[in-house]
């Protein structure tokens, strides 16, 4: 089964948390503090494999989790940082924020990597806040939590030519002529349901991948039919062959397909306008073909490269796959246009965001929320009485306490941060 789009969920490892422990040995009464920092959670790693050709890995998982850091431990021995996860994807893989839509990474070469998800650090231990004042501090940082998202994996194939064209035209035997493929080949519609590769290698062994993608209809790029399922695997390909059908057999107009399959490629994605296309025209050894062709040259006019084949007789193939070769040795491998990047830095002075924000729940309680405020509240180790001690400070270094004033706080009032309530003194 071929695989092309997943929706997966990806966690890094959570960092350890740190220690709190005192030197202990004979003759040492007062050894100080001891305690180690935790360590760092692993990432998640997506890995181009050129092995792969499908996602059918991740069709039966959905999860990939790092693992957490070590804890610290005892002598100041800090937590081991915990291997990333890295998980092998196809050629061709595209990673996107499944809830803005936005790029992650685009993974085209072999062992080229992305982090999908970082690990959180790992919270320090007590011998890194000792302090003149505070000699044998009993506080301990957790560890950071690691970054969580889901992500929409699509995968589009990396062909330097496909095969455009409405179902029934003859792709699949085609490319079942020219190259090792076994493409699924029956007389109905849609046989093709999911992308066949093979590689062509001409007379002259000049050789390049060539891709029979699912068969087009009208509507396809509003996802009619198989829809967005084939046009994905387009936008990649490097040179377009349009196969016609030109024995009229199925009662269709050659030059009415033509024109359709164009508008559909070019609804989805109007840089597929500009995709360099040779027009094959199939089926020459039936007995209409040669009438046909000669009215759809008329109509197409003369700039059109239009190559007469007939997959059945081998007739054409040959100076078909010259003709495609040449075109290959003119079209860059890579024709989209990258964004050329400024290596100067540039100091943009943006407004910071606040630390927290206030706002109030349906019981009355005052609720706090914000990235800062929470990423700190999780590193707080709430069973000691000195961590809770400087939690408190650092809110009120904040602005907390005298921003909840402002909103109307008073003696006794509910605050809640996250799943955590405490009461508010003046």
Known sequence: MFVDQ???????????????????????????????????????????????NTLMDFRYQHHFKAKRGENGMNQKQHGKNSQPLVVSVPPGTTVKDAETGKVIADLTEHKQRAVIAKGGRGGRGNARFATARNPAPEIAENGEPGEEIDVVVELKLLADVGLVGFPSVGKSTFLSVVTAAKPKIA????????????????????????????GLIEGAHEGVGLGHQFLRHVERTRLLLHVIDMSGLEGRDPYEDYVTINNELSSYDERLQNRPQIIVAN???????????????EQVGEDVEVYPISTVTREGIDELLYAVADKLDQIPKQEEEVEEVD??????????????????ADDGAYVLYGEKIESLFKRTDFSRDQSINRFARQMRSMGVDEALRKRGAKDGDTVRLM???????D
């Open 283 to 297: 089926k020459m050894d039936m007995p209409d073909s040669q009438a046909h062709l000669e009215m759809f040259k």
């Open 6 to 52: 997943v929706k997966v969920f990806v966690k890094g490892g959570d960092g350890g948390n740190g220690l709190v422990a005192y030197r202990r040995e004979k003759y040492v009464p007062m050894g100080g503090p001891a305690g180690g920092d935790g360590g760092d959670g692993g990432d998640v790693i997506f890995e181009v494999d050129e092995g792969l």
């Open 419 to 425: 799943d955590y309530e405490f009461e508010f003194v």
């Open 187 to 214: 007389d109905y519609h849609f046989t093709t349901l999911s992308p066949n590769l093979g590689v062509v290698e001409s007379q002259d062994h000049r050789s390049f991948v060539m891709a029979d993608l699912p």
């Open 343 to 360: 290596e100067r830095v540039v100091y943009k002075f943006e407004k910071e965001e606040a630390p927290f924000k206030i706002t109030r």
